[in-house]
Nanobody, 127 residues
Framework: HVQLVESGGGLVQAGDSLRLSCAAS????????MAWFRQAPGKEREFVAA????????DYADSAKGRFTISRHNAKNTLYLQMNSLKPEDTAVYYC????????????????????WGQGTQVTVSS
C-alpha cells in the first residue's frame, strides 16, 4: 500500500516552468509504475505522462510531448514532472497515480490501471 502527496503547483505565466513532485510513502515505491494525470475545470481527467517502475519506459500525451518530462528517484520515493513552456491550457489540477506490477492491462494512459491516487496540486497558467 502506498500514499501519494503532490506538491509544486502554483500560479505562473505562460512560458514559465514548474516542477511537480509526488512523494510516496512505503517501501515499495520502486515496484510501482507511476503516472501524472490532470483535470481542467469542467473537463474529464486526462493522462499526461507515465513512467515504469525502473524508469526504462516513459509515455506522454501529445499535449505533453516536447515540453514535459516525467522522472523518478526511487531512493527518495519521489516522482517528478518537469513542465516547461507552460500554456494557459495546461491549467488544471495535477494528480499522481501509481500501480503495482510491471505490466499494464490496456496501457498507461488509462485511469483504471492505477490503484493509488494523490489529492492533486493546482497549476494555473496565466496568459
Amino acid at each position: 500500500h502506498v500514499q501519494l502527496v503532490e506538491s509544486g503547483g502554483g500560479l505562473v505565466q505562460a512560458g514559465d516552468s514548474l516542477r511537480l513532485s509526488c512523494a510516496a510513502s512505503g517501501r515499495t515505491f520502486g515496484n510501482y509504475n507511476m503516472a501524472w494525470f490532470r483535470q481542467a475545470p469542467g473537463k474529464e481527467r486526462e493522462f499526461v505522462a507515465a513512467i515504469t517502475w525502473g524508469g526504462g519506459r516513459t509515455d506522454y500525451a501529445d499535449s505533453a510531448k516536447g515540453r514535459f518530462t516525467i522522472s523518478r528517484h526511487n531512493a527518495k520515493n519521489t516522482l517528478y514532472l518537469q513542465m516547461n513552456s507552460l500554456k494557459p491550457e495546461d491549467t488544471a489540477v495535477y494528480y499522481c497515480a501509481g500501480r503495482s506490477g510491471t505490466a499494464y492491462y490496456r496501457g498507461p494512459e488509462y485511469e483504471d490501471e492505477y490503484d493509488y491516487w494523490g489529492q492533486g496540486t493546482q497549476v494555473t497558467v496565466s496568459s
